[in-house]
T-cell receptor, first 112, second 116 residues
Framework: GENVEQHPSTLSVQEGDSAVIKCTYS??????FPWYKQELGKGPQLIID?????GEKKDQRIAVTLNKTAKHFSLHITETQPEDSAVYFC???????????FGSGTKLNVKP | GAVVSQHPSWVICKSGTSVKIECRSL??????MFWYRQFPKQSLMLMAT?????????EQGVEKDKFLINHASLTLSTLTVTSAHPEDSSFYIC????????????FGPGTRLLVL
């Protein structure tokens, strides 16, 4: 089965700085990689996703990069703000397969 | 949009009782819904996958008689924790997919269950 590893487990940055969270996956057949943000006591919210036919995707301050050869993908948040503080999860799945394989999560703390 | 709701948001029950949690897709039809369990400071653990009109598929180690799942319509799935015990206390989250060819899962806000 698929194994997704996520690093770091905690990340503390100063407001305005950039934050990068990295994930690796083991199954080369995985082709869909979403990122979720989870605030305390709430459900995860999709913030960005990428499919394997694309190397990079950007949405305002958030970007995701994918390296299929190395089997890793990363979340980049620029100009961080205190409201970006949350736990971020990466996931991997295969087309037409239902199951998401989640990373262990990264707690991001943006200090004002 | 893709809004998923859960009810209740939190529930406290006595040991031995059963608790039902509802998951609804509010603005789309969900052919597939998922139930997750999350312990504090941990990742999401998939419990089962439910398709409308068919039996749920449970992950290894999840007791199907303990966690009853019903997906009676394209907008509603329910999880019933039967004969709840304190170790069942957790944060239960559902998610839904918009269509069979859609990969994205949209999550509900979660239900916190405390069994006394």
């Amino acid at each position: 089965g698929e194994n997704v590893e996520q690093h770091p487990s905690t990340l503390s940055v100063q407001e305005g700085d950039s934050a990068v969270i990295k994930c690796t996956y083991s199954d080369s057949a995985s082709n869909y990689f979403p990122w979720y943000k989870q605030e305390l006591g709430k459900g995860p919210q999709l913030i960005i996703d990428i499919r394997s036919n694309v190397g990079e995707k950007k949405d305002q301050r958030i970007a995701v990069t994918l390296n299929k050869t190395a089997k890793h993908f990363s979340l980049h948040i620029t100009e961080t703000q205190p409201e970006d503080s949350a736990v971020y999860f990466c996931a991997a799945s295969k087309h037409n397969f239902n199951k998401f394989y989640f990373g262990s999560g990264t707690k991001l703390n943006v200090k004002p | 949009g893709a809004v998923v709701s859960q009810h209740p948001s939190w529930v406290i029950c006595k040991s031995g009782t059963s608790v039902k949690i509802e998951c609804r897709s509010l603005d789309f039809q969900a052919t597939t819904m998922f139930w997750y369990r999350q312990f504090p400071k941990q990742s999401l653990m998939l419990m089962a996958t439910s398709n409308e009109g068919s039996k749920a598929t449970y992950e290894q180690g999840v007791e199907k008689d303990k966690f009853l799942i019903n997906h009676a319509s394209l907008t509603l799935s329910t999880l019933t924790v039967t004969s709840a015990h304190p170790e069942d206390s957790s944060f239960y989250i559902c998610s839904a997919k918009k269509g069979t060819n859609q990969e994205t899962q949209y999550f509900g806000p979660g239900t916190r269950l405390l069994v006394l």
